[in-house]
């Protein structure tokens, strides 16, 4: 986290020419933000993912202002290619678009699919399991709901199979719902989009068919990447979607990336750098005041084809080993204003989880360490929130595999009706 001589930024301004970043005479919808200049809004629509060439994930509707949050845009029957991904039985998989909120509070729109298990009483409504997959990408193609619509790709991401939670609920009987948390300008990491699009999500899917998806009971859950989008509407449930509070019986959060400032300590120039600098342009392109902290090289760098890239080669990124110092204007740029104002955001250190959380990490994380787990458990402790906390034997990918058969369990005794324990001191 340390600074860098003041000089060194001037000389990397100096060596590294302009980005060519496009000059726009109208500011696309989605890069729109209010209080910059021109400039640094042609930026953010540089840095934001090339478009699919699918409408349903690109195209940004005109009336967002006039609808509700959760309200449908459209759907889209899937069935046909998402059955061979899901590899269990399922009698539909929908595909759909609603209004969803920005970081900033604006109209936005996100995505995900509903898939249906093929049970005999299909009549009667099931439990619902909402599988925030760790997504941790850049590009829009990376995402389940796109590889679920278009079949298996070079873009589909390991993390949308394994672990196999949305095979072993369909295979159990439930419903599924699998959101694209990162929500249309693909904001990795950024904890209030995900909540948002995680919630309008439960709303969209219940417009769909009130009687099979209005009433039942709702899990979350999350590993990594899915525990900041899960994590994130546990904690926005009561204010934003408080209508689904009474059917939302708990959430599990594992391998939580909690506090951003440790993990600037963790994660920075070492093998974890990839996915940190992918993170951090996934948040700047909620929060626009990090992109007027980049600078030249870092510029080139997020209007590159880079800033479309997929969960595998966003870790083999590692391997440079770049300081994210070398990629800023300000020679401390982890003890700035804006990263304090982020850090204090993304915390969310004074909301308290509307539902029972089950949370699990291991012991030996190295880039996400243990300690963020700790703090997060004994926080929600403290706002009120009933929560559960288990350590197991590991690191990251260890601890995924250790602690995914009793998180499963937990969830499963909430959709069968069993309250979750208060295991707060």
């Not at 619509?149 to 993390?159: E, Q, V």
């Not at 159990?172 to 995900?194: C, F, K, N, S």
């Not at 300690?371 to 590991?394: D, H, K, S, T």
Request: hydrophobic fraction near 40%; charge should be neutral; glycine fraction near 8%.
């Amino acid at each position: 986290m340390m600074p860098i001589p003041p000089q060194i930024p001037a000389a990397i301004d100096g060596l590294v020419p302009d980005a060519p970043t496009p000059r726009l005479g109208r500011i696309p919808r989605r890069a729109v933000d209010e209080g910059y200049p021109w400039s640094v809004l042609e930026l953010r629509e540089a840095v934001l993912p090339s478009a699919t060439g699918d409408p349903m994930f690109d195209r940004w509707p005109d009336n967002l202002a006039g609808s509700r949050p959760g309200d449908i845009i459209t759907t889209r029957d899937v069935t046909a290619t998402a059955a061979p991904v899901v590899t269990a039985p399922i009698r539909s998989a929908t595909l759909v678009k609603f209004r969803s909120t920005d970081a900033g509070g604006a109209p936005s729109f996100g995505t995900a699919t509903v898939l249906v298990p093929d049970t005999t009483d299909r009549d009667r409504p099931r439990p619902i399991v909402v599988n925030n997959v760790p997504i941790d990408s850049l590009g829009t193609h990376c995402t389940p709901g796109y590889t679920l619509a278009h079949g298996f790709s070079i873009a589909t991401n390991p993390t949308d199979l394994v672990p196999p939670t949305t095979q072993l609920a369909l295979a159990r009987g439930y419903t599924v719902l699998v959101p694209d948390h990162q929500g249309p300008r693909m904001a990795y990491a950024e904890p209030i989009v995900a909540g948002h699009v995680v919630l309008d999500a439960i709303r969209a899917m219940a417009a769909l068919d009130r009687h099979q998806f209005g009433t039942p009971r709702i899990v979350m859950t999350g590993y990594s990447g899915g525990a900041i989008a899960t994590g994130g509407a546990a904690r926005l449930l009561s204010e934003y979607a408080p209508e689904l509070a009474s059917r939302v019986v708990g959430a599990t959060l594992g391998g939580v990336p909690a506090d951003f400032r440790l993990l600037v300590g963790s994660m920075n120039a070492n093998l974890a750098t990839g996915f940190f600098h992918a993170a951090t342009l996934g948040i700047a392109r909620e929060r626009t005041e990090i992109l007027t902290m980049a600078n030249d090289f870092a510029r080139w760098l997020a209007s590159s084809p880079l800033k479309n890239l997929c969960t595998i080669p966003t870790a083999l990124a590692g391997q440079t080993f770049w300081p994210m110092q070398l990629l800023s204007n300000h020679p401390d740029p982890f003890h700035s204003p804006v990263a304090e104002r982020i850090y204090r955001i993304s915390a969310m250190a004074d909301r308290r989880s509307a539902v029972p959380l089950y949370i699990y990490h291991g012991t030996h994380e190295w880039w996400i360490p243990a300690a963020g787990a700790r703090a997060l458990y004994r926080q929600q402790c403290r706002l009120g929130a009933r929560a559960a906390y288990r350590e197991v034997f590991g690191e990251h990918v260890t601890a995924a595999v250790l602690g995914y058969p009793e998180a499963l369990s937990w969830l499963d005794q909430r959709l069968q009706g069993s309250s979750a324990p208060d295991e707060c001191p």
